[in-house]
Each structure stands twice: as C-alpha cells, then as structure tokens.
C-alpha cells in the first residue's frame, strides 16, 4: 500500500555489522546478503495483535456512530464491550501471512482487551488516530502504529516498519475489495471524489467505479466481479469510514 520503496532494505543496511565496521565498499550488499536479504524472519506477534487490536476498535467507533443515530442510542444491542450475562464474550480473530494462519483469541475486560497469541496473553488498549493511525499499549509498552484497511487486507506499520497481512471472516468470505452481496467496502476514511460509472451500467471485473481521497492520495475503488451497478450509498462529496 502507499508508494513503493526500500526503506526496510535500507533499515538493515544501516544495522548490518559491516555497515558499523565502516567497512563499505562496492562488495558490501554481495558480502551481506544472508544479512539483507533475510526472509525467514517470522512476523513478530506485536503485529498480529496491532491488527486485532485495530478491528476491535473500529468496530466499537462504528458501534458508536450507529447508536448516535439511532431512536435508542443506550440500547444494549449497541455495546461492542462483551457484556454477558454472569460473563464476558470471547471470540477469536483470524488472519492470514501468506500461507501461514494465526488466531488471536479476544476476551473483552474492562477498559481494554486480554489477547492471546500463541499460548501467551498480553492486556491490550489503543485509541484510533486520524486516517488509519492508532497509538496502542501493548502490555505497558507504548507505540505509535497504523493499520490500513484494503478489502480483506490489512496492512500493519510498526516500529519502522511493514507487513500485510489478510482478515479472514469463517462467516463470509467474498474476495479481496468485495462486501456481502458483491457490494465494495471502503478501505479507510476519506471522501469520496468521483463516481466514475452511472447506475444500472454493466461493469467487467476490475473496472474502476469511484475514487475516494484518503491520506492524501486519490485511490481508485474496482469493481470485484462482473456485474450490474445496482446503487451507490455516498454522493460525491460525502465523507465515509473505513469500512462503510
């Protein structure tokens, strides 16, 4: 997601011992390759519980949108706490690096979250920024982080660094960019700026439908399969969360 760079490769760079030696030369990538080019790394579980960490958040700001505008906005069918009766709700949460599945299993608390990730549970809390920024406490160590949502996609910044990652849904799954019923999801907060295709129309998979202005970028939201355009839910000009 973003502008493609190397900022990653040029981090280890930076960090490789030869690099420390001063010793830089014209062989040095060859000399460090094993050093630079590592992909065996596994993917630290900070990162899996950032992007737990995120879905629960956005699913309690959207809780609290949809009760503001409700006739009730203090029924309890609008709490995203994990109330129960004589309990608390758990549930886990699925995603996806390549070919490797992990689960985070969720217990809601009181003022934050208890998850566990391979056999070990850290109590986390974490506020929403603007765009796709959040600032996180992940069992008392504080960090800035972002997680940008693209269809089933999240892609998790932290530390320096970048990794993608997929949501999986076991109660819907419908491609990358599609919602239920073949309907597209935005894949974070912006304002939608053009709408490129007139109701009714016959659209091939892949073709461009509207554009949304988001971290200041224009991003062009595709069709997910052929089809008929049935309806859009925003005008130009509305702004929408991610998700919507």
Do not use: C
Request: without cysteine; charged residues 25%; negative net charge.
């Amino acid at each position: 997601v973003g502008v493609a760079n190397n900022v990653e490769f040029l981090s280890r760079l930076v960090a490789s011992p030869a690099f420390s030696r001063a010793e830089l030369d014209t062989g040095l990538i060859e000399r460090e390759r094993d050093f630079l080019f590592a992909t065996d790394a596994p993917i630290p579980r900070e990162v899996f519980l950032v992007a737990a960490l995120a879905t629960l958040l956005r699913e309690e700001a959207r809780a609290g949108a949809e009760a503001a505008g409700h006739t009730d906005p203090l029924s309890p069918w609008h709490r995203r706490d994990g109330w129960r009766l004589n309990s608390h709700a758990e549930r886990r949460l699925l995603f996806r690096a390549g070919e490797l599945e992990k689960a985070v299993r969720v217990r809601y608390a009181e003022g934050g979250y208890a998850l566990e990730f391979d056999g070990q549970e850290s109590w986390v809390r974490g506020e929403l920024g603007p765009d796709a920024s959040l600032r996180v406490d992940l069992g008392g160590l504080r960090s800035n982080a972002a997680v940008v949502v693209a269809g089933e996609r999240r892609y998790v910044f932290l530390q320096g660094r970048s990794w993608p990652l997929a949501r999986i849904d076991p109660l819907y799954y419908g491609g990358e960019g599609g919602g239920p019923e073949g309907g597209l999801l935005a894949p974070m907060p912006g304002n939608v700026i053009a709408l490129l295709v007139p109701v009714g129309a016959s659209v091939k998979k892949g073709a461009p439908l509207l554009i949304l202005e988001a971290m200041k970028m224009e991003h062009t939201l595709t069709a997910p399969a052929d089809g008929t355009v049935k309806s859009f839910h925003f005008a130009v000009g509305d702004q929408v969360s991610d998700g919507a």
